[in-house]
């Protein structure tokens, strides 16, 4: 049913193998973001690189698989690429979360990314598989600042 | 008339969702009254019927049908002091739920425009109020700490859910203004002891609020017995309209406060720079209040005394010690809340380890049509004090059954199945 499509394989391996877990040190900007109508809080951190790559993402926080899981994609798909080539990760990834189920994916783009499609037809669910990327975005705006 | 036992069949048959299907052809299991209650035929009849036939503005429209209209609702303020048992029915105000009548009795103290002792407060005074509260029951009091620079003190919670009162005599102090805790927990279930709190607040001459949200709709609560200064509770959570609320007060305290909101109706006399109020209840009913709604609660009230408070207690009671000994069975279930009957309601929440409550509703939910919540609950320092983000809740109520605690059980073994 509807559940099992949202629950897919890919999210529960994430939540219950997370990558990229724990809050690491050097960084150039941490976050922290919650979700007030859940408790979902998540803390982030990024270490740019050479050329405009991102050298880590680092994160730490609570909720359930949705949030977690996210978090952990976003972690494999933005660690060692451009803040360039992540920014437009996160932008087709929002857009994809706030389709309501009617936004057909850019697989090559969104990578596993795309296991959270089902995630759309959740408006409540939405804010969930969005805290990570929306603290990491919050993130590399606040590290290039520096 | 009370009947000391209820057929459950036949009280499901009274509330029409009760036999709706979800998409996917999946039962209604509907374990989330806590939350807000499923509303009888009697009461949205009565409501549709008013609406359709008798419908006009209270208290002011001097016709036939401002006459029916304030006729009925005055009743519905009759029928709701009998079903509380208040010495007299000004006493009943009507607000637009139980955050409304805290947000009221939190707002007659340490307001420049009231003098009598009882209500003045500031810097040396406190307020005291406990860790397993709704939000509604905290935020208004910080409010009034924040406003007028007095101390806001807080009961904590035993590891087993009960109200931590070992030192009340150092948290109810001659400081004390007044002490406003739940009557019911709406996260653990527990019953709090209000003798023992009376007591100790009487003997400092403070005065005593209790948010019944949670017992009122589940026990006969008698406000003469009871013995405290104000009671507030929601039409929601038994069986009423959303939008009606109930402040119960002392009628002698009542009169001292400073009204709330200004408006129609709550006036006496105006002038262009001053003017009187109204007597009890309206001097807090400003402008046009919830009609309908505080007219389908003196339905609700007349459906819950058909059946029986009594009746509806032994029934919850029954699916209360069914469901302890079910999820029990429940490998890594943790209770939060007293684990026996002893002075507790027939809500019960809990976790289950590596699964976020999220989780388990959206799949109890989406497979099996559960309703349960998932969350905080509006208790967010309650979790923070069990350690917890947040707790699954099952909340029962006179239409639920047996039955229904074993859809549930066979959902949280499936839920584990899924994330094993």
């Given at each position: 049913m509807i559940g099992e499509s949202m629950y897919q394989e890919l999210i529960l391996e994430h939540y219950k193998h997370p990558q990229g877990r724990g809050l690491r040190d050097p960084y150039d900007a941490e976050v922290h973001h919650v979700n007030p109508t859940c408790g979902d809080e998540?803390?982030?951190?990024?270490?740019?690189?050479?050329?405009?790559?991102?050298?880590?993402?680092?994160?730490?926080?609570?909720?359930?698989?949705?949030?977690?899981?996210a978090a952990s994609v976003l972690h494999e798909l933005t660690t060692g690429s451009t803040v360039e080539e992540t920014l437009s990760v996160v932008d087709e990834f929002t857009r994809l979360?706030?389709?309501?189920?009617?936004?057909?994916?850019?697989?090559?783009?969104?990578?596993?990314?795309?296991?959270?499609?089902?995630?759309?037809?959740?408006?409540?669910?939405v804010k969930c598989a969005l805290l990570s990327w929306m603290a990491y975005k919050d993130a590399v705006v606040r590290s290039a600042a520096r | 008339m009370t009947s000391t036992s209820l057929d459950v069949e036949r009280i499901r048959k009274d509330f029409p969702?009760?036999?709706?299907?979800?998409?996917?052809?999946?039962?209604?299991?509907?374990?989330?009254?806590?939350?807000?209650?499923?509303?009888?035929?009697?009461?949205?009849e009565t409501v549709r019927e008013h609406l359709a036939m008798h419908y006009s503005n209270v208290g002011r429209a001097m016709h036939a049908l401002g006459a029916e209209s304030t006729e009925a609702y005055e009743s519905a303020r009759d029928k709701v002091a009998e079903f509380i048992g208040a010495p007299s029915r000004d006493e009943v105000i009507f607000t637009k739920n139980a955050s409304e009548a805290l947000n009221l009795v939190a707002y007659?103290?340490?307001n420049p425009g009231n003098t009598d002792p009882r209500f003045t407060l500031g810097p040396g005074d406190e307020v005291v109020i406990s860790?397993?509260?709704?939000?509604?029951?905290?935020?208004?009091?910080?409010?009034?700490?924040?406003?007028?620079?007095?101390?806001?003190?807080?009961?904590?919670?035993?590891?087993?859910?009960?109200?931590?009162?070992?030192?009340?005599?150092?948290?109810?102090?001659?400081?004390?203004?007044?002490v406003s805790i739940a009557h019911q927990s709406n996260v653990l279930g527990t019953i709090n002891p209000v003798a023992d709190v009376l007591r100790r607040a009487r003997e400092v001459g403070a005065l005593v609020m209790l948010d019944a949200s949670q017992s009122v709709p589940h026990h006969a609560v008698d406000m003469?017995?009871?013995?405290?200064?104000?009671?507030?509770?929601?039409?929601?959570?038994?069986?009423?309209?959303?939008?009606?609320?109930?402040?119960?007060?002392?009628?002698?305290?009542?009169?001292?406060?400073?009204?709330?909101?200004?408006?129609?109706?709550?006036?006496?006399?105006?002038?262009?720079?001053?003017?009187?109020?109204?007597?009890?209840?309206?001097?807090?009913?400003?402008g046009t209040p919830?009609?309908?709604?505080?007219?389908?609660?003196?339905?609700?009230?007349?459906?819950?005394?058909?059946?029986?408070?009594?009746?509806?207690?032994?029934?919850?009671?029954?699916?209360?010690?069914?469901?302890?000994?079910?999820?029990?069975?429940?490998?890594?279930?943790?209770?939060?809340?007293?684990?026996?009957?002893?002075?507790?309601?027939?809500?019960?929440?809990?976790?289950?380890?590596?699964?976020?409550?999220?989780?388990?509703?959206?799949?109890?939910?989406?497979?099996?049509?559960?309703?349960?919540?998932?969350?905080?609950?509006?208790?967010?320092?309650?979790?923070?004090?069990?350690?917890?983000?947040?707790?699954?809740?099952?909340?029962?109520?006179?239409?639920?059954?047996t039955d229904e605690i074993d859809a549930l059980v066979r959902g949280l073994h499936h839920v584990q199945k899924v994330f094993a």
């Open positions: 998540i803390t982030l951190r990024v270490k740019l690189g050479d050329a405009g790559k991102i050298e880590d993402v680092s994160y730490d926080g609570q909720g359930c698989s949705i949030s977690q899981a979360m706030q389709g309501r189920g009617k936004v057909e994916a850019d697989e090559d783009v969104l990578g596993d990314a795309v296991a959270f499609a089902g995630v759309a037809k959740f408006p409540a669910r | 969702v009760l036999s709706r299907e979800l998409p996917g052809g999946r039962p209604l299991v509907y374990l989330d009254s806590g939350n807000s209650s499923q509303k009888p035929t009697a009461v949205v007659s103290f340490g860790e397993m509260e709704h939000h509604s029951n905290i935020v208004p009091w910080q409010f009034l700490v924040q406003r007028t620079g007095a101390t806001l003190k807080w009961f904590g919670v035993t590891d087993d859910g009960r109200l931590d009162i070992a030192d009340i005599s150092g948290l109810i102090t001659e400081r004390t203004k007044i003469a017995a009871l013995g405290a200064d104000f009671v507030a509770f929601t039409g929601h959570k038994m069986v009423g309209p959303s939008g009606i609320g109930v402040l119960w007060g002392r009628a002698e305290l009542l009169d001292a406060m400073p009204p709330f909101m200004g408006g129609g109706e709550m006036i006496e006399a105006v002038w262009m720079d001053h003017s009187t109020y109204a007597p009890v209840p309206h001097k807090f009913e400003a919830p009609i309908v709604e505080a007219i389908g609660l003196g339905a609700a009230v007349d459906y819950l005394t058909g059946v029986g408070m009594e009746a509806i207690e032994a029934h919850e009671r029954g699916l209360t010690a069914y469901a302890l000994d079910a999820l029990r069975e429940v490998p890594t279930l943790r209770l939060i809340g007293p684990d026996s009957l002893d002075q507790r309601g027939a809500t019960l929440s809990f976790t289950l380890d590596g699964i976020h409550p999220h989780d388990v509703g959206q799949l109890l939910d989406d497979e099996f049509g559960i309703a349960v919540r998932v969350g905080h609950h509006c208790a967010r320092p309650l979790h923070l004090r069990f350690g917890i983000p947040a707790t699954t809740r099952a909340s029962f109520y006179l239409y639920n059954t």
